[in-house]
């Protein structure tokens, strides 16, 4: 299957680069698989497509504020550092720019040296570096609120006045690069109002890391392989996912994040259990969803593995048609855009 079959015309301004005045007041597109038809909608709609006995699954992971500059010991020229993934020990897998500049036993200091990276080698991600962390600090996350910044997506230029409204509402767990978008769009009230109607919620925990976002370099969509990101499923969220399957409710995902690590775990145990661990799954057309019924997803970049996750849950055809519609009625495309529900 062809990458390029994955592609659309999108004008640059499209491209929302900041978010809506009220996280609610988004668009919503919803599109249905069986009648293949296309309706239009505002976010709070979303209310209208869910019944008593749905059970929504957000992802409640945190974005870090990763994304530090620093100085190159000795030279005191200016790096940039984007933290990705943990290793234990202080270890890290980065991304360093200008990582050129950065060879084994280069030092480099942050905050005046409050915290201090070593690079120790090269990383498999172009541009990634495993570094070892120093810092008296008892705590790198508190660290990290005085010393970070937000890791936005490049196609955001725009300066985001309010960090939070890169976090969802209900964001708990911190460990991601980039925020699970769909979920941005979700108020309390909104969240409160689905219960009172008899829609259940539940969480689960994927830490988005940089691979989800890669462009594929590839021109055959069999030939890319994902980066690996931690997931983790509590007992009461399996416990749920189980019930609703039992009494006929819908499993509605939010966000491509949690499709990947409900289908994973389905995928690697046969159903939906309580475990944690680090998925590397490919979604694209030809694969068979197992527990998602519904899709709650934002609109995504041309040729991208999200495009493709989505495209396999309707089809190609379908999808790229309303991609098409949304172009032509001026949505708001990515991070800080509007909303797509697929039923």
């Known amino acids: 299957m062809e990458v390029s079959a994955f592609d659309?015309?999108?004008?640059?301004?499209?491209?929302a680069q900041t978010p809506t005045p009220d996280r609610s007041s988004s668009r919503l597109m919803v599109?249905?698989?069986?009648?293949?038809?296309?309706?239009?909608?505002?976010?709070?709609?979303?209310?209208?497509?869910?019944?008593?006995?749905?059970?929504l699954v957000l992802n409640d992971t945190r974005v870090r504020p990763a994304r530090l500059i620093g100085?190159?010991?000795?030279?005191?020229?200016?790096?940039?550092?984007?933290?990705?993934?943990?290793?234990?020990?202080?270890?890290?897998?980065?991304?360093?720019?200008?990582a050129k500049r950065v060879k084994p036993g280069t030092v480099i200091h942050f905050g005046e040296g409050a915290l201090r990276a070593v690079a120790e080698q090269e990383a498999e991600m172009p541009g990634g570096k495993i570094v070892r962390?120093?810092?008296?600090?008892?705590?790198?996350?508190?660290?990290?609120?005085?010393?970070?910044?937000?890791?936005?997506?490049?196609?955001?230029?725009?300066?985001?006045?309010?960090?939070?409204?890169?976090?969802?509402?209900?964001?708990?767990?911190?460990?991601?690069?980039a925020a699970p978008t769909a979920g941005l769009h979700f108020t309390p009230e909104i969240l409160q109002q689905a219960e009172q109607k008899g829609v259940h919620i539940a969480y689960i925990t994927l830490h988005v890391g940089l691979g989800t976002f890669r462009p594929i370099s590839a021109d055959r969509v069999e030939d890319h392989h994902m980066h690996a990101e931690y997931y983790e499923i509590p007992e009461e969220t399996?416990?749920?996912i189980r019930e609703t399957e039992q009494s006929g409710g819908r499993v509605v995902a939010v966000g491509?994040?949690?499709?990947?690590?409900?289908?994973?775990?389905?995928?690697?145990?046969?159903?939906?259990q309580a475990t944690k661990g680090w998925t590397d799954i490919f979604i694209y057309p030809g694969f068979q969803y197992r527990v998602v019924d519904a899709l709650l997803t934002n609109f995504h970049l041309p040729k991208s593995t999200l495009l493709m996750l989505v495209s396999a849950f309707a089809s190609r055809d379908l999808i790229l048609r309303a991609y098409q519609e949304a172009v032509r009625e001026r949505?708001?495309?990515?991070?800080?855009?509007?909303?797509?529900?697929?039923?």
Do not use: C
């Open 8 to 15: 659309f015309e999108l004008p640059e301004e499209l491209i």
């Open 31 to 55: 599109v249905n698989r069986k009648n293949e038809t296309i309706d239009h909608g505002r976010f709070p709609d979303l209310l209208n497509y869910l019944r008593a006995g749905d059970l």
């Open 71 to 98: 100085v190159k010991e000795g030279t005191g020229a200016k790096i940039e550092m984007l933290l990705l993934t943990p290793l234990g020990e202080n270890r890290w897998e980065v991304l360093m720019k200008p």
């Open 133 to 177: 962390l120093e810092y008296e600090a008892e705590d790198l996350d508190a660290l990290l609120e005085t010393l970070g910044e937000m890791p936005l997506p490049p196609y955001i230029r725009e300066r985001l006045d309010d960090p939070e409204r890169y976090q969802t509402v209900y964001s708990r767990h911190t460990g991601s690069v």
């Open 238 to 240: 399996a416990s749920l």
């Open 256 to 272: 491509t994040t949690t499709v990947r690590t409900l289908e994973t775990v389905a995928r690697d145990h046969g159903e939906i």
């Open 331 to 343: 949505y708001r495309f990515f991070s800080f855009g509007d909303a797509m529900l697929i039923l």
